[in-house]
């Protein structure tokens, strides 16, 4: 199993010593950096600031909004990264949700997973670079159909360093899960539980399955972001990650569109999501965090001291279809190399 660090996406502003743990974490053998984004910061910028201190490591997106660019301005923008990163970019992206979507970006939402695969087709063809890119889809249209009529197919100026930019799409639902399996080269996962391991197998081989599937189980790469807090106390710990469990089950999304508190519900949870999302739709965030159980922040989250870490990686996480966890935290100096190695062993 490979392992990754990841920034996330940014709060009220930069996280600290971010350019030291790149660094770092380029020096002690970690295989991939990622960003993400949700309505603050953006993935891409960061990614290309930070990953301008290393020469090896990967730099990955978990993941870009599919609804912030057009197609071809993301497509343009990673091959801009790729070909000065030296060919390191993993490009991860995702269809978000209905509020974010609509909300902030100010696009339809409707049929994410047919807007998701002519999103990917686009981005291809513009790196593949055959011929001028047109495209006549339900969602996208090249050349736009209507306005002037002025516009013509066009080629990308750049020659990708790359025609075949790795993608990941970001799922949670069984059917995006199918998705990736079929048009990608990997899948992000968020709130991945080895408890739901083989709920997930069973979608990505539906996918797998498909006629023109991209790949197969053998060179898919599944690469999860998984919460990191140590702490000699695991009570403690797992009290840190409370508030980001109930912003995402109670407060991401609407009452009845919560794709964040469906993955809780299907590991069987849907008593403390109920509470949870009553009270975080009534302003009332403390009580949700503390409506959390530790057990329901321990199935998704890395807590405790270094030794249970250790063990829960050993004995729940490498038996899944994981192919790379992404640590959402750094561990301490004294254990780093510890908790890195039984990922990695």
């Known amino acids: 199993m490979k392992v990754g660090v990841a920034a996330g996406y940014w709060g009220s502003g930069p996280p600290r010593r971010v350019e030291q743990t790149i660094v ?64 390191r970019l993993v490009l991860g992206i995702g269809a978000s949700g209905p509020q974010v979507v609509e909300g902030w970006y100010g696009q339809p939402y409707p049929r994410p997973l047919e807007r998701t695969r002519e999103y990917v087709s686009i981005m291809r063809a513009v790196w593949a670079r055959d011929e001028p890119v047109v495209f006549d ?4 249209q090249l050349p736009h159909q209507g306005g002037t009529g002025l516009g013509k197919p066009l ?12 993608i990941y799409l970001g799922a949670e639902g069984p059917k995006n ?16 539980s080895p ?32 919460w990191l807090v140590e702490d000699d106390d695991v009570e403690r710990a797992a009290a840190k990650l409370k508030p980001v469990v109930a912003l995402y089950a109670g407060g991401m ?29 009534r302003g009332r965030a403390d009580l949700a965090a503390q409506a959390v159980p530790t057990a329901m922040v321990e199935d998704v989250a890395l807590v405790g001291p270094a030794e249970k870490i250790c063990e829960d990686v050993e004995k729940r ?12 935290g750094w561990p301490r100096p004294e254990n780093r190399e510890k908790i890195l190695d039984a990922i990695r062993a």
Not at 32 to 50: I, N, R, V
Not at 137 to 140: A, L, N, P, V
Not at 155 to 166: E, G, M, Q, Y
Not at 198 to 222: K, Q, V
Request: glycine letters at 8%.
């Open 24 to 87: 770092e974490a380029e020096a002690l053998g970690v295989d991939g950096f990622w960003t993400a984004e949700t309505y603050g910061s953006d993935a891409l910028t960061p990614l290309a600031w930070w990953g301008s201190r290393t020469s090896r490591i990967t730099l990955g997106t978990s993941v870009c909004q599919m609804s912030a660019r057009t197609p071809t301005a993301l497509a343009m923008a990673a091959q801009t990264i790729d070909h000065l990163s030296g060919g």
């Open 137 to 140: 889809g339900k969602h996208y």
């Open 155 to 166: 080629k990308s100026i750049v020659h990708p360093l790359r025609p075949d930019i790795p």
């Open 177 to 192: 899960v199918a998705l990736a399996a079929e048009i990608a080269d990997g899948w992000t996962p968020l709130w991945f």
């Open 195 to 226: 408890k739901s391991d083989d709920f997930y197998r069973d979608a990505l081989a539906e996918g797998f399955g498909r006629e023109g599937a991209r790949r197969s189980a053998e060179d898919f790469e599944i690469a999860n972001v998984c």
């Open 253 to 281: 999304g609407a009452k009845n569109v919560n794709f964040h508190n469906d993955v809780f519900v299907r590991m069987g949870w849907a008593d403390a999501c109920a509470e949870i999302q009553q009270l975080y739709l």
């Open 317 to 328: 996480w490498k038996p899944t279809c994981l192919t790379t966890i992404i640590l959402g």
